[in-house]
């Protein structure tokens, strides 16, 4: 059973369209990570949300945590082709050991 | 460069092989971590170092895996009698304080 889940799994879209994916868990953490990797390339961290209904923006990016500190999600406005990559969500572990989520596969198509 | 590089980027090994995967941090950083990612999924830990001691080693998932540190700064992980299922791309990050900072991996197949 995954920790962290993420969905959807994959997600395939015309630029200009506006998406948004999901990172939910049981559990209570007290900050949570959003990271994109593109192929061929480590994760790179977007943006760390720490309190509960915190939303950060990046750009186009809109990154929310639930109330609860149990979930967040993801909106990505008017996505060009340039935000394709994979999109990770991940939590910290006793140690400072990173736990991610399955991952978001997005491509966005000119 | 500034950032955390490794090396070789893709390494091909024969099922039974030994492989050794360089990871060198980015200067300074004390932790340093390796995680495996397989196809199409999340990247998962295997082990940490701070400085030179191996401080946890619980998602190494065999006895085939070793990771060494031994100057507190670059690192080798080693895969010795490689299997198919071994076949992923491994990720090493650096980090000083809280941030880490990811290297752009080793893809490993194991034929």
């Known amino acids: 059973t995954q920790l962290l889940e993420q969905s959807p799994q994959f997600l395939s879209i015309q630029e200009g369209e506006n998406l948004t994916v999901y990172c939910n868990s049981s559990?209570?953490?007290?900050?949570l990570q959003w990271y994109r990797q593109e192929p061929g390339e480590g994760p790179v961290l977007l943006v760390t949300v720490v309190t509960g209904g915190e939303v950060k923006k990046l750009k186009r990016l809109t990154f929310q945590f639930g109330d609860a500190r149990k979930d967040s999600s993801l909106h990505i406005t008017a996505a060009q082709p340039g935000d394709t990559g994979l999109y990770l969500c991940a939590v910290y572990n006793q140690g400072g050991k990173l736990i991610f989520g399955q991952g978001t596969e997005l491509s966005v198509k000119p | 460069g500034a950032g955390v590089s490794q090396s070789p980027r893709y390494k091909v090994a024969k099922r039974g092989q030994d492989v050794a995967l360089r990871c060198d941090p980015i200067s300074g950083h004390v932790s340093l971590f390796w995680y495996q990612q397989a196809l199409g999924q999340g990247p998962e830990f295997l082990t940490y170092f701070q400085n030179e001691a191996q401080l946890d080693k619980s998602g190494l998932p065999s006895d085939r895996f070793f990771a060494e540190r031994p100057e507190g700064s670059v690192s080798t992980l080693k895969i010795q009698r490689t299997q198919q299922e071994d076949s992923a791309v491994y990720l090493c990050?650096?980090?000083?304080?809280?941030?880490?900072?990811f290297g752009p991996g080793t893809r490993l197949t194991v034929l």
């Open positions: 559990s209570v953490f007290s900050s």
């Open positions: 990050a650096s980090s000083a304080f809280n941030e880490q900072f």
